[in-house]
C-alpha cells in the first residue's frame, strides 16, 4: 500500500526569516494521523533567509539529521562543535542525554534551503554525539548515505533505519527492494517523480508498506529523492 502526503497539506510555519512545511505533526501543526512514520517522526522543509537562523535550543533523545538542497548552513553546539553544512553533505547529530545546539545562514546574500529529519533512536539516554559526512555521488540508483553502521562512510543513525538518496535524471528509472516486514518513506526533495505509478512531486512524501518492490522513474531533470528503510 502507498499512502501519499500530499505537499499542499503539509503544516506550515512562515515568520519573516523562515518559510517551513512540515510532512508530520510539529510545532503548532497537529495531526494526529500525521504523527510520523515508524521510527521517522519529522521531515521539515526548511528555507532560511540570509544571515538568519534558528537561536541556541535544546534538544534530547532523538536522532537529527540535516540535509542540504541548496546553500550552506552553520550549525555550533554544546559539544564545542562548529561546522558548516552544504550540498553534497549530511550531518547527524545524536540529542541523547541533552544537548543545545544553534543553526543559522551564513551568506548574506544567498537563501538556504534544507530538510532537518528527526528520527526516533533505539534506546533512551544515549551520549550526545555529532558526525557529519560528504555523500558520494549517487547518479542513477540509490545509495546509503546514513544507517546503523555508517555503512559506505555514511552517517551512523541510532536506529534500524537505513536513509538512501538517488539522483536522477528525467527518464531515468530505479528500484529498491524491501525486506518482509519493512516500510518504506519515500520523500522528493526535487523533481518529480513516478512511484510504482503513482505521480508524486516536489514536496510530496509516501508511506509504503506490504510492498516488496519500490519502483521510481524520473519525470524531471536533477530529481532528488529521499527513501527511509524503517523496521
Known amino acids: 500500500m502507498i499512502r501519499i502526503h500530499d505537499r499542499d497539506i503539509r503544516g506550515k510555519t512562515k515568520m519573516g526569516w523562515l518559510d517551513s512545511k512540515h510532512t508530520f505533526s510539529f510545532g503548532h501543526f497537529m495531526d494526529p494521523k500525521r504523527m510520523g512514520f515508524r521510527s521517522l517522526r519529522v521531515i521539515n522543509d526548511d528555507i532560511v533567509i540570509p544571515g538568519a537562523g534558528f537561536d541556541t535550543h535544546p534538544h534530547s533523545d532523538m536522532e537529527i539529521i540535516t540535509y542540504i538542497l541548496k546553500g550552506e548552513l552553520a550549525h555550533k553546539d554544546s559539544l564545542g562543535t562548529g561546522s558548516t553544512i552544504r550540498p553534497g553533505e549530511i550531518q547527524r547529530m545524536s540529542a541523547g542525554t541533552g544537548i543545545l545546539h ?35 555521488p549517487s547518479k542513477g540508483a540509490f545509495k546509503v548515505i546514513g544507517d546503523r553502521y555508517g555503512t559506505d562512510g555514511g552517517v551512523t543513525i541510532h536506529q534500524d533505519v537505513k536513509l538512501l538518496v538517488a539522483h536522477l535524471d528525467d527518464g531515468m528509472e530505479t528500484s529498491y527492494s524491501l525486506q518482509p516486514g519493512r516500510g518504506g518513506f519515500i520523500h522528493v526533495a526535487k523533481g518529480w517523480i513516478t512511484l510504482n505509478g503513482e505521480a508524486l512531486k516536489e514536496g510530496d512524501g509516501a508511506e509504503i508498506t506490504d510492498i516488496d518492490k519500490i519502483e521510481v522513474v524520473s519525470k524531471a531533470d536533477e530529481t532528488e529523492v529521499l527513501l527511509f528503510d524503517l523496521a
Open 102 to 136: 544553534s543553526e543559522f545562514n551564513p551568506s548574506k546574500e544567498n537563501g538556504v534551503h534544507l530538510l532537518q529529519i528527526w528520527i526516533r533512536p533505539e534506546k533512551r539516554g544515549l551520549e550526545p554525539s555529532y558526525e557529519q559526512k560528504t555523500v558520494a
